[in-house]
Structures are given as structure tokens and as C-alpha cells.
């Protein structure tokens, strides 16, 4: 496990202070050295919030990101970890603390995309999927909710495929994320009392290196959705800060979908 981390920065001025709804918390993103999670991680600094994120290989992306925080003027740390391995998921968390002294927000982000017939799933590809997509965002919020206080929030980024799926070969993934909403009202109910918060968000298709809106079957998922066409990963980023912020603290125990109206 490796670190990157940027020294403490100012905002440009006081008005900047006063303005960003996030000055003084700490976020966690897993996952964000690119895509969604890259686009989480810029927009909570952008509201003020300085960010650890993880990344699992690839470190020049991981420091794209964390420059792009420290340009706000925010504080950032990457840390590289598997999401497949819980002992690493915990590190980050605890590497989160031990360097800002406090976390508020978590945003499981981390996420694998398994897709082939149900023939062709390995249970190697099963297990992986659910390690991915549903443990570790268990386990970084076990870790992460102890050092928590009233007003933590803990965001999920599911699928639009847990409502709706259209295409064959995605048995494992829609498992996967569809059983985030289970954890996601379990996390409510057990946490409200302490005034944390649980959502979940479901993008749709979104134009991202992985699903890119000029790729193969891009026209078809295009297609499903009302308005017809891609979203961006700003878009998901967007509701994400809405809900770390003071919009997202009478929300708990729900998804909302960012997602075109594929699900519709």
C-alpha cells in the first residue's frame, strides 16, 4: 500500500470560505482516480471538503486528482488500495484519519463491472463482484463509522441496472448492486440515531473511460434512457454533493437515480 498526499493549502479568501457548504469536512472516495469517482472527488473540494480517495494501479491518474483538489484549495491524499481486499479497505480509512484527524463523509465509489452470460460466470467472477460492489462498502463503512459524528454521511454509487436491466450478461453486476440498497436502509436504521445519513445513487449511462458515449452499444443504452442520450459523471457528482451537504440531511435510507430516465 502506497500514499501520495499534498500539504495543507488556504482558499483563495475568506468569501471562498464562507461559501463552500463542505469547509472543515473530510471526505473518503474509494475509486477516485477517474470516471465517477474522479469527478466526486474534484466537486467536494470544489464545495470546500478536503478528500482522501483510493486508486488500485494507476498512480498518475490518482495524481491528477489529488493536484485538481489541491487547486481549490483543499487538502488531498490518495491511497493505494484494492477494493477486493478488506484489510486494504480498512487502511484507507484508518490513512484518512490518521492524516486529517477526522473523516464526515465516505463515498463508496470503487466499484467492477463483471458482464457475461450466466454460462460463462466463474465463481471466481461472483466472488470478485461481490467483494467489489457489495463487501467492501460494508466494511469501509464498519471502519468508517466510528470516527463519525452527527452530520456524517455515507453514499453509495450503485447502477441503474438494479431497477432496470435491458441487456443480457449482467447477472452478476445487477446482483451486485441491486443488493446496495438493502445495505443502504439497514445503514439508515442503524445509524440515524447518531444522526448519520445512508443514500444511495444510481447512475445511468454515463460518459466515463469505461462507458464511453461514442463506444460499442453506447447508441442502444442511449436509446433506453427519456432524454436520449449520455450523462456525465459531473452530473452524478453533482447529487452526490447535494447529499454530503446540508440538502442531503434529512435523506436516509433511499436511492436516487441519476440516470436519464433509464429506469423509468
Same mark, same amino acid.
Given at each position: 500500500?502506497?500514499?501520495?498526499?499534498?500539504?495543507?493549502?488556504?482558499?483563495?479568501?475568506?468569501?471562498? @470560505?464562507?461559501?463552500?457548504?463542505?469547509?472543515?469536512?473530510?471526505?473518503?472516495? %474509494?475509486?477516485?482516480? !477517474?470516471?465517477?469517482?474522479?469527478?466526486?472527488?474534484?466537486?467536494?473540494?470544489? $464545495? #470546500?471538503?478536503?478528500?482522501?480517495?483510493?486508486?488500485?494501479?494507476?498512480?498518475?491518474?490518482?495524481?491528477?486528482?489529488? +493536484? +485538481?483538489?489541491?487547486?481549490?484549495?483543499?487538502?488531498?491524499?490518495?491511497?493505494?488500495?484494492?477494493?477486493?481486499?478488506?484489510? *486494504?479497505?480498512?487502511?484507507?480509512? @484508518?490513512?484518512?484519519?490518521? @492524516?486529517?484527524?477526522?473523516? $464526515?463523509?465516505?463515498?463508496?465509489?470503487?466499484?467492477?463491472?463483471?458482464?457475461?452470460?450466466?454460462?460463462?460466470?466463474?465463481? $471466481?467472477?461472483?466472488?470478485?463482484?461481490?467483494?467489489?460492489?457489495?463487501?467492501? /462498502?460494508?466494511?469501509?463503512?464498519?471502519?468508517?463509522?466510528?470516527?463519525?459524528?452527527?452530520?456524517?454521511?455515507?453514499?453509495?454509487?450503485?447502477?441503474?441496472?438494479?431497477?432496470?436491466?435491458?441487456?443480457?450478461?449482467?447477472?452478476?453486476?445487477?446482483?451486485?448492486?441491486?443488493?446496495?440498497?438493502?445495505?443502504?436502509?439497514?445503514? *439508515?436504521?442503524?445509524?440515524?440515531?447518531?444522526?448519520?445519513?445512508? %443514500?444511495?445513487?444510481?447512475?445511468?449511462?454515463?460518459? %466515463? $473511460?469505461?462507458?464511453?458515449?461514442?463506444? /460499442?452499444?453506447? @447508441? *442502444?443504452?442511449?436509446?433506453?434512457?427519456?432524454? #436520449?442520450?449520455? #450523462?456525465?459523471?459531473?452530473?452524478?457528482?453533482?447529487?452526490?454533493?447535494?447529499?454530503? #451537504?446540508?440538502?442531503? !440531511?434529512?435523506?436516509?435510507?433511499?436511492?436516487?437515480?441519476?440516470?436519464?430516465?433509464? +429506469?423509468?
Amino acid at each position: 500500500m502506497s500514499f501520495h498526499s499534498n500539504a495543507p493549502t488556504q482558499t483563495d479568501s475568506a468569501q471562498t @470560505e464562507r461559501l463552500a457548504p463542505l469547509t472543515g469536512k473530510v471526505a473518503l472516495v %474509494t475509486g477516485g482516480s !477517474r470516471g465517477i469517482g474522479a469527478a466526486v472527488a474534484t466537486r467536494l473540494a470544489a $464545495d #470546500g471538503g478536503d478528500v482522501v480517495l483510493t486508486y488500485q494501479h494507476r498512480s498518475d491518474r490518482a495524481a491528477e486528482v489529488v +493536484a +485538481a483538489v489541491k487547486a481549490a484549495g483543499r487538502r488531498a491524499l490518495a491511497v493505494q488500495a484494492d477494493s477486493a481486499d478488506a484489510a *486494504a479497505v480498512r487502511t484507507a480509512v @484508518e490513512a484518512a484519519v490518521a @492524516e486529517f484527524g477526522r473523516l $464526515d463523509i465516505l463515498v463508496n465509489n470503487a466499484g467492477l463491472g463483471v458482464l457475461a452470460p450466466l454460462e460463462q460466470l466463474s465463481i $471466481d467472477d461472483i466472488d470478485r463482484s461481490l467483494a467489489v460492489n457489495v463487501r467492501a /462498502p460494508l466494511v469501509a463503512a464498519q471502519a468508517a463509522v466510528p470516527h463519525m459524528v452527527d452530520g456524517g454521511r455515507i453514499i453509495t454509487i450503485g447502477s441503474c441496472v438494479a431497477e432496470r436491466v435491458a441487456f443480457p450478461g449482467f447477472t452478476a453486476y445487477a446482483t451486485s448492486k441491486s443488493a446496495l440498497l438493502g445495505l443502504t436502509k439497514a445503514l *439508515a436504521r442503524e445509524l440515524g440515531g447518531r444522526g448519520i445519513t445512508a %443514500t444511495l445513487v444510481h447512475p445511468g449511462p454515463t460518459d %466515463t $473511460d469505461m462507458n464511453p458515449a461514442d463506444g /460499442p452499444g453506447a @447508441e *442502444a443504452q442511449s436509446a433506453l434512457t427519456s432524454l #436520449g442520450r449520455y #450523462g456525465h459523471a459531473a452530473d452524478v457528482a453533482a447529487t452526490v454533493a447535494h447529499l454530503a #451537504g446540508e440538502g442531503g !440531511r434529512y435523506m436516509t435510507g433511499t436511492a436516487v437515480a441519476v440516470d436519464g430516465g433509464f +429506469a423509468g
